[in-house]
């Protein structure tokens, strides 16, 4: 639909648990990010990469890791989540970091945490 | 907190209406942009805006940018049902690297 796919895309966990989320970017793009939208609260940025290297890193908690081994795939691993952690995860991509660069949604994983 | 913030949060209105939202920011801004939401989607780019430009249009889309009030509009004419989504300003700060900061959405139904 948008060039830019994640899999999966409903996800149920319990806390113990360790799963990853893919995703996978199809329109030649540079950089890649994660964001994490919950309910009533602004989507908030997670992680940014740029050419498979991270250049931001939103005081994310360490439970949650990510790995971009080349310039089309960007993964999340999960490790012992919250309830509070429980949201639509969302992957984008876009031609730079620049501001001006428009960025190219996935249709989100949405993740319950039990 | 330097997110964008907009106005109204819901908005209802009939099919063939026009819809107005409103997003109003901090800081100085290099660009702003605004993104549509299907419910339980990804984000859809629509139109970016510099901070230069007052006003661009886009098919049914008007997007304005009034950088001395620090606000920016987007009205969609004669609104359909297929336009009932959330819809999202996303501004870039020169000093936060130009990253995107999004606000937290105006939901809009349009009923038929």
């Known amino acids: 639909e948008t060039g830019v796919t994640q899999t999966p895309r409903h996800l149920v966990m319990g806390m113990t648990n360790k799963k990853s989320l893919k995703c996978e970017q199809h329109?030649?793009?540079?950089?890649m990010y994660w964001y994490k939208q919950s309910a009533k609260k602004p989507l908030e940025l997670m992680f940014v990469y740029s050419l498979e290297e991270r250049v931001e890193n939103n005081s994310v908690p360490s439970r949650f890791s990510p790995e971009c081994p080349n310039s089309s795939h960007l993964f999340l691993h999960l490790h012992t989540l919250q309830p509070e952690d429980s949201a639509l995860y969302l992957c984008?991509?876009?031609?730079?970091?620049?501001?001006?660069?428009?960025?190219?949604f996935g249709p989100g994983t949405r993740l319950t945490v039990l | 907190s330097q997110q964008g913030e907009e106005d109204p949060q819901a908005l209802s209105i009939q099919e063939g209406e026009n819809a107005t939202m409103n997003c109003s920011y901090k800081?100085?801004?290099?660009?702003l942009q605004w993104y549509r939401q299907n419910s339980g989607r990804g984000l859809v780019h629509l139109i970016l805006?510099?901070?230069?430009?007052r006003e661009k249009h886009s098919g049914r889309l008007r997007v304005t940018l009034d950088t001395s009030k620090k606000s920016s509009s987007l009205l969609i004419t004669a609104s359909r049902a297929a336009d009932t989504a959330s819809y999202f300003c996303?501004?870039?700060?020169?000093?936060?690297?130009?990253?995107?900061?999004f606000g937290a959405g105006t939901i809009l139904r349009v009923k038929s």
């Open positions: 996303a501004t870039s700060y020169v000093e936060y690297g130009n990253k995107l900061v």
């Open positions: 805006i510099r901070s230069n430009e």
């Open positions: 984008a991509s876009s031609q730079g970091v620049r501001g001006t660069d428009t960025q190219y």
């Open positions: 329109l030649g793009h540079n950089a």
């Open positions: 800081t100085s801004i290099n660009n």
